[in-house]
């Protein structure tokens, strides 16, 4: 012990700049594995909208709906499996290697409402549920309801857009 | 007695007689399970909401550290706590069940060795005779408030950390025979500009190291003083960024065992849990389960735990702000060594 006290030293304290730290902890990041990403999500995502297909051609076999009247009820349905998972805890779970698959869908949708209702439920149904269902959904609601009025605007005028 | 700018050396070292640790069904999968009092299988914690399963959590880790050693919270006369909720609320509710005067503390993960350290100091000076030193975390709480719902499906960067489910406890005295508390260097808030809340090891490591200095210059040490010189939760990312640092600065670091708690706590690569564990309660469980038990059976001589802390809000982060970080290290020492 008495040995290595006289080996002891004043250490210098670090005199990094802010920037140089910044950029020398970039190259500490671990590598976001974007290739990887936008596979897992144009597979899932898309796996997902074939199963919608096959949802919507459900509804048009049995039920003698054409393709129009068949899509309301094919969106209830994908909504209703994601409010489920969602419950059961596994919808979370799925989208940490599913990314953008399972998050721009109508599910990913309906996860953020369910979510947000399923974590503010402690605190009542109307300051929990009611005001905080659409705490992650609200934005999507507002510039989807914002970017609809441009677009219309842009209907009228130039006769573009729209459908 | 004050030593250099930060670090109070105490002449008379109080000890840690009793601790407590308890923790979810996550950490109970990791490698340091048995150190720990108790497991729990589920993550609600048998409660109705996430916030009552972290009071649960916490009451339980404080009564069991009393009763480890028949002792009653008569027997203290302060608990000095804290954890990751607005207004610490998980540590205001058990400071109520358990009726000791109570000093709520928060310092986000490094509240662990923030609150040992001033419970050391005011039994080793006498303001009291016995303390308790207590930290809690939730994954879920601290999901719910700093982050996403829950059940909410964000893909999350590697970067991210998982806040570790627990409670842990320990109990101060003067006299016991327990590990030594040798000093503790109160940190220096250190921002060196990271904004990204999902990069939280590398926002703090910096901070880490500031403190690692102060210490071993304010105790004329080195790290081969040290059997284990552990930081809170710097992670997968921070750890080898606040390594790099250290020998940057001629601190012969890979002269000691020089880890993690968020490294510890789990096994990194088969969990989910991205680069490591985080949260209040990581250092704490860490630190009084195994590290204790290590200091007890003497595998270990010296160890120094630096818990690491962003302290950062939702609000903070959002408007733009750079996470404002902080390290306290207390230097513990186990029985029989000179």
Known sequence: ?163 | MLAGQQTWKFQRQPHIISTATIVGPDEALGPLKDSFDKCYDELEIYEKSWEKAERRLLSEATSLALSKKNLTADDLQIYVGGDLLNQIITNNFVARELKIPYLGVFGACSTSMEALAIVAQLVSTGAVKKGMAAASSHNCTAEKQFRYPTEYGAQKPPTAQYTITGAGAAVVALDGDGPAIEAATIGRVIDLGITDPFNMGAAMAPAAVDTIIAHLNDMNRTPKDYDLIVTGDLARVGHPIATDLLLKEQVPINTTHFDDCGLMIYNIDDQQVEAGGSGAACSAVVTYGHIMNELNKGHLRRVLVVATGALLSPISYQQGESIPCIAHAVALKGKGVE
């Open chain 1, 1 to 163: 012990m008495s040995k290595q006290k006289q080996q002891s030293k004043k250490y210098s304290r670090s005199n990094l700049s802010a920037q140089e730290y910044q950029s020398l902890a970039k190259t500490k990041e671990p590598p976001r594995s974007i290739l990887k990403n936008c596979i897992m999500s144009f597979l899932i995502g898309g796996a997902i909208c074939c199963f919608g297909q096959g949802v919507t051609e459900f509804y048009m076999y049995i039920f003698k709906m054409t393709s129009q009247q068949a899509s309301d009820p094919t969106v209830a349905t994908l909504i209703l499996i994601a409010v489920i998972l969602t419950s059961f805890g596994v919808y979370d779970k799925f989208a940490q290697f599913a990314g953008a698959g399972s998050a721009v869908p109508v599910t990913g949708f309906a996860n953020s409402v369910c979510s947000a209702a399923l974590e503010h439920r402690s605190e009542g149904l109307v300051l929990g549920v009611g005001g905080n269902m659409f705490k992650l959904a609200g934005s999507v609601i507002v510039f989807g309801t914002i970017a609809a009025f441009f677009v219309g605007i842009a209907y009228i005028v130039l006769g573009i857009g729209g459908h």
